[in-house]
């Protein structure tokens, strides 16, 4: 009964976006206000009716129906409540339903909070919202129903798989979903400009808390894949530019991009046509994601299982969502007029600087992405991009505008004077030469990346500081003084600091991470030592267990640095009962300094000894804290009063209250 | 003009990839080419496996007439599923097949599964460390060669041979290289 | 002492590795970095997507001794490459090699580099040319008297 509820939920919400999409639009074109008035009821409806739908496939999960056959494949009785739930989107169909999901979440949200859109604005963006859709309404509906019943039913599922059955990764699709997804805001904003065919400041103001809302959740996701693969894998990698982690990184870039270029837009009345393009290719991006992962053309570890049928279709909608909107931009683009002129050395300057670096980036993503698949379509052959080019590309390419972003929050708007900025920054120019030095000596053999890395981080982080301190004139004021300006800062102001701040501790992390890990490899029996990084591992020895769905090996390892324990690390080897599969869980000890980790591998003879592979990672822990620090900063900006444009609203609401 | 040029480039470029992209639904990204066509079959001496009477199997025996070589192992499902038409070939076709027993861990496995499925093999060598395999560039079992008489590499198989592909494919070239080459 | 460093070495330089046994390793540490290196950049033909460095996969295994095989016999590292290029085609290289085929992804980000550099000139350009266009055309003598009388306040 559950199942069937939610099935016609679904072809209930796929009526309400056929509405929502056509009503509001042609009510817009017509100036008839009730057609307008379409769009917020029905905006507010799909999603209740995307959540019922959600919340029934949650439901057959939980009571692990086995009629139906999505929870067949990938859920079993023995699975943890967490995972039974995390379970519902870690499948091709049910991860279709979360994107639903968080596409009708963001048009009820603007339906609700967008009071003070025009009218005409608000009913074309849920418009445009609700047909995007309506296209995954009907991919669903027609080729990856979540809720397709078997009888009879089987005794159990087919479990999930065990790698999935891990916290980080539970909630890894769900934060990645709201950022990519959330990105159709600001397309669905770009192309309701087009339509109008007007982009001016107010246009700017609101798509930027949707677009930063969305950039937050897709930092954060990123971050979070990113520090499971490093705990999970076994290695210590975090990054392997995987065709599906390049999928989200991409629209990352260039939404990066599209906050900078928004700034511009509403500001100084310029880059309009420029900004709503990106606005288009960010989501353009997202959308691809979904069809590079779902369609089989490319080999990744994350792909969902593959159908020719499904990739025809979102090879079709795609074709749809971005064609059509590249067409509309193309017809109506050159209507868009900017005024506002600027010096390249300018803050204008800097910020089209970034979205150069950004857009640039992007694209050799895309093509190392892509590659493999161009070369074979044209008979060339079958040939492999892996994380030598991806690196040897893209960190190049970076350079300048980690270089660049340190001066740039210096310069004014219009036109302005680069040595000031510099003269400014001497200290951070002082001390990012004293950290590269100290790399230098302490890692000669390293890669140069790494020191290059390391001193860009410290260049960039204390220029971010540097940029907040000289706007609160800090020793040029009394201290009391400064201190009063930098609790009167915008929000905004501190959000842009921390953003780059964070930026640039996460560099460094990445520096020690990927330039100065230390490895070693061997067979230990207990009381075998072994010296890694500075640090001394003992293997005490490692007993046999049981979890609740798998049969596990545990080792332990005293570590200690000069004579003193540090840390006793417990790591684990698991077999999962099920599917047989093999899971690492590492001991992982984290220091501001680095991580100790550890891993137990197969045993080796009957003496009770194993293979062990311990590791020294070096600053690993500030590339979580410098994602962290951007989230925070973004998630900061956002509270900004200037952003949440109902406020002055509400500000003289009350004030004429008072005065009642 | 040349702002509308500028206008228009993204939807180009869009068209373009969804034309690579439609061609892309129908290849396989995994499906690798066959790097030996048309080239002698690579050196191997392979031990033989238990429970058989032969010596092994060698690129030199190869050199003889035109045959299949066959990578199989005991722990591939497609196999099972290949192997009733090896015997249905050993029966009604004179063209000799030969097998590697592929990354057996147990070497008492492949006799096994021979001795219980049946037998379509005229040599069979033992690849426990993959160096025969991977001399034949092999990704997964099983894979089968068509070598002509002079031991040079005709056709490759990847994945189970049925009827079909026999009939179609295969026997059609082996009488075509019996007829063109010696003996 | 010397054998000690060059240890350091290859651990050091080496990097983190998913898969590697201890029995695989090679007792001289040079040819063991060299694999390593080999390793890391030749992709496992029966894995989604990864290094058979990384991989846990059996073939992955074999491909790994069969290097240290071929090193320890004396080929170079760009022997034991070319080896299995021949085997496996480019598709086992991670590295893209540099050739005709591949010359559109090497050269390509620069190429968008540039475009992207020139379009930005451009953008800049025309920008001044607007800024010209529309600024107004310069006084002659007797507006800039009547400027002047203006500013001195002289009614006239």
């Known amino acids: 009964m559950t199942a069937e509820l939610g099935h016609f939920a679904l072809i209930l919400a796929l009526f309400m976006a056929i509405a929502q999409a056509t009503i509001p639009l042609i009510g817009a074109e017509r100036g008839n206000a009730a057609w307008i008035a379409v769009a917020r009821p029905t905006a507010i409806l799909q999603f209740l009716l995307v959540v019922l739908a959600f919340a029934c496939l949650?439901?057959?999960?939980?009571?692990?129906?086995?009629?139906?056959?999505?929870?067949?494949?990938?859920?079993?009785?023995?699975?943890?409540?967490?995972?039974?739930?995390?379970?519902?989107?870690?499948?091709?169909?049910?991860?279709?339903?979360?994107?639903?999901?968080?596409?009708?979440?963001?048009?009820?949200?603007?339906?609700?909070?967008?009071?003070?859109?025009?009218?005409?604005?608000?009913?074309?963006?849920?418009?445009?919202?609700?047909?995007?859709?309506?296209g995954f309404y009907l991919f669903m509906l027609l080729t990856s129903n979540p809720f397709e019943r078997v009888f009879p039913p089987p005794m159990n599922g087919q479990g999930l798989?065990?790698?999935?059955?891990?916290?980080?990764?539970?909630?890894?699709?769900?934060?990645?979903?709201?950022?990519?997804?959330?990105f159709s805001m600001a397309f669905s904003f770009a192309i309701a400009a087009l339509i109008e065919g007007r982009v001016d400041a107010a246009w700017a103001r609101w798509?930027?808390?949707?677009?930063?809302?969305?950039?937050?959740?897709?930092?954060?996701?990123?971050?979070?894949?990113?520090?499971?693969?490093?705990?999970?894998?076994?290695?210590?990698?975090?990054?392997?530019?995987?065709?599906?982690?390049?999928?989200?990184?991409?629209?990352?870039?260039?939404?990066?991009?599209?906050?900078?270029?928004?700034?511009?837009?509403?500001?100084?009345?310029?880059?309009?046509?420029?900004?709503?393009?990106?606005?288009?290719?960010?989501?353009?991006?997202?959308?691809?994601?979904?069809?590079?992962?779902?369609?089989?053309?490319?080999?990744?570890?994350?792909?969902?299982?593959?159908?020719?049928?499904?990739?025809?279709?979102?090879?079709?909608?795609?074709?749809?969502?971005?064609?059509?909107?590249?067409?509309?931009?193309?017809?109506?683009?050159?209507?868009?007029?900017?005024?506002?002129?600027?010096?390249?050395?300018?803050?204008?300057?800097?910020?089209?600087?970034?979205?150069?670096?950004?857009?640039?980036?992007?694209?050799?993503?895309?093509?190392?992405?892509?590659?493999?698949?161009?070369?074979?379509?044209?008979?060339g052959g079958k040939v492999s991009v892996g994380p030598p080019f991806f690196n040897a590309v893209f960190i190049p390419i970076m350079i300048p505008m980690i270089a660049a972003m340190a001066v740039g929050p210096f310069l004014n708007w219009k036109r302005s004077d680069v040595l000031p900025a510099l003269l400014r920054l001497r200290l951070a120019f002082g001390a990012a030469l004293i950290a590269g030095g100290l790399a230098y000596t302490a890692y000669m053999d390293g890669p140069v990346l790494g020191i290059i890395a390391l001193a860009l981080a410290v260049w960039l982080g204390l220029g971010a500081l540097t940029e907040l301190a000289t706007r609160v004139r800090l020793f040029q004021e009394p201290l009391a003084d400064s201190l009063s300006r930098l609790f009167r800062l915008p929000r905004a102001s501190w959000g842009m600091t921390l953003g780059h701040f964070g930026l640039a501790v996460a560099i460094a992390g990445m520096a020690g991470a990927g330039a100065w890990t230390v490895e070693s490899i061997q067979v230990m029996k207990p009381g075998d030592k072994v010296a890694v990084g500075g640090y001394e591992f003992v293997f005490d020895g490692a007993e046999k267990g049981k979890g609740p769905n798998y049969s596990l090996v545990s080792g332990r390892f005293s570590v200690s640095r000069g004579g003193d324990t540090v840390v006793v690390l417990e790591a684990e080897k698991?077999?999962?009962?099920?599917?047989?599969?093999?899971?690492?869980?590492?001991?992982?000890?984290?220091?501001?300094?680095?991580?100790?980790?550890?891993?137990?591998?197969?045993?080796?003879?009957?003496?009770?000894?194993?293979?062990?592979?311990?590791?020294?990672?070096?600053?690993?822990?500030?590339?979580?804290?410098?994602?962290?620090?951007?989230?925070?900063?973004?998630?900061?900006?956002?509270?900004?009063?200037?952003?949440?444009?109902?406020?002055?609203?509400?500000?003289?609401?009350a004030a004429a209250a008072a005065e009642a | 003009m040349n702002n509308r040029v500028l206008f228009v480039m993204p939807l180009v470029v869009f068209l373009v990839l969804a034309g690579y992209f439609a061609v892309g639904l129908t290849l396989d990204p995994k499906k690798l080419p066959n790097m030996l066509a048309g080239k002698p079959v690579p050196d191997f001496a392979l031990k033989p496996i238990k429970g058989r009477d032969d010596k092994g199997f060698a690129s030199a025996d190869l050199k003889k007439s035109v045959s299949l070589v066959n990578i199989f192992g005991s722990w591939c499902v497609a196999c099972q599923v290949e192997h009733p038409f090896l015997m249905e070939l050993k029966a009604t076709s004179d063209v000799p097949i030969h097998g590697i027993d592929w990354r057996e861990v147990d070497p008492d496995a492949g006799p096994a599964w021979l001795k219980k499925k049946g037998d379509p093999y005229a040599l069979v060598?033992?690849?426990?460390?993959?160096?025969?395999?991977?001399?034949?560039?092999?990704?997964?079992?099983?894979?089968?060669?068509?070598?002509?008489?002079?031991?040079?590499?005709r056709y490759k198989v990847v994945g189970?041979?049925?009827?079909?592909?026999?009939?179609?494919?295969?026997?059609?070239?082996?009488?075509?290289?019996?007829?063109?080459?010696?003996? | 002492m010397r054998i000690l460093i060059l240890v350091l070495l290859v651990v050091l330089s080496a990097g983190p590795s998913g898969a590697v046994d201890p029995r695989e390793i090679l007792k001289d540490p040079i040819l063991e970095t060299r694999a390593r290196e080999i390793s890391k950049g030749v992709r496992c033909v029966v894995c989604q997507n990864q290094s058979i460095d990384d991989s846990d996969a059996t073939l992955a295994r074999d491909l790994r001794v069969l290097i240290r095989e071929r090193l320890t016999a004396g080929d170079s590292n760009q022997q034991v490459v070319d080896y299995l290029v021949s085997r496996y085609g480019d598709f086992v290289l991670l590295k893209p090699p540099f050739k005709l085929t591949t010359l559109a992804l090497w050269g390509g980000p620069l190429l968008i580099g540039f475009l992207g550099l020139a379009a930005l000139i451009s953008f800049y350009r025309r920008q001044r040319m607007r800024q010209s266009a529309a600024a107004p055309p310069p006084l002659n003598d007797k507006e800039r008297r009547q400027l002047n009388d203006l500013l001195d306040g002289d009614p006239s």
């Not at chain 1, 891990?166 to 997804?181: C, E, R, S």
């Not at chain 1, 590249?326 to 506002?340: I, V």
């Open chain 1, 207 to 379: 798509v930027r808390p949707w677009t930063l809302a969305a950039w937050c959740f897709l930092t954060a996701g990123i971050g979070l894949g990113s520090w499971w693969a490093y705990y999970e894998l076994g290695w210590g990698g975090w990054w392997y530019w995987d065709p599906v982690e390049n999928a989200s990184f991409m629209p990352w870039l260039a939404g990066t991009a599209l906050l900078h270029s928004a700034t511009v837009v509403e500001k100084r009345d310029t880059l309009k046509g420029w900004t709503v393009l990106l606005a288009i290719i960010t989501f353009s991006l997202s959308l691809l994601g979904t069809f590079l992962v779902r369609s089989g053309v490319l080999t990744s570890v994350h792909a969902f299982a593959t159908d020719p049928a499904r990739g025809v279709f979102i090879l079709a909608l795609l074709i749809v969502v971005i064609g059509g909107s590249l067409a509309l931009f193309a017809w109506r683009g050159p209507k868009l007029t900017s005024t506002g002129l600027f010096q390249p050395v300018s803050r204008e300057g800097a910020l089209l600087f970034n979205n150069l670096v950004m857009t640039t980036a992007a694209a050799a993503v895309l093509l190392g992405t892509l590659y493999p698949l161009l070369l074979d379509a044209l008979g």
């Open chain 1, 58 to 134: 949650t439901h057959v999960y939980l009571t692990s129906d086995f009629t139906v056959l999505n929870v067949i494949k990938n859920s079993h009785t023995d699975k943890p409540l967490l995972y039974k739930i995390s379970g519902v989107w870690g499948n091709h169909e049910g991860s279709l339903l979360l994107w639903v999901l968080i596409l009708s979440l963001f048009g009820a949200a603007v339906a609700v909070f967008g009071g003070n859109l025009p009218p005409a604005l608000k009913a074309r963006v849920l418009s445009v919202q609700a047909m995007i859709a309506v």
């Open chain 2, 160 to 183: 189970p041979i049925n009827k079909a592909l026999w009939d179609d494919t295969l026997k059609p070239l082996i009488d075509k290289l019996r007829q063109g080459g010696a003996s």
């Open chain 1, 574 to 653: 698991r077999v999962y009962n099920v599917s047989q599969q093999p899971t690492t869980e590492a001991g992982i000890h984290t220091t501001w300094r680095g991580d100790l980790y550890a891993v137990i591998g197969d045993p080796e003879g009957n003496a009770g000894a194993y293979v062990t592979r311990l590791y020294f990672n070096p600053l690993v822990v500030w590339m979580w804290v410098g994602i962290l620090v951007m989230v925070f900063g973004g998630a900061l900006s956002l509270t900004d009063r200037r952003h949440r444009v109902g406020a002055p609203h509400r500000r003289r609401a």
């Open chain 2, 125 to 153: 060598g033992d690849d426990p460390r993959s160096r025969a395999a991977i001399a034949f560039g092999v990704t997964g079992a099983p894979e089968t060669f068509l070598v002509d008489a002079e031991g040079v590499v």
């Open chain 1, 161 to 182: 798989n065990p790698l999935l059955q891990d916290p980080g990764l539970a909630f890894h699709p769900p934060m990645l979903y709201l950022g990519y997804v959330g």
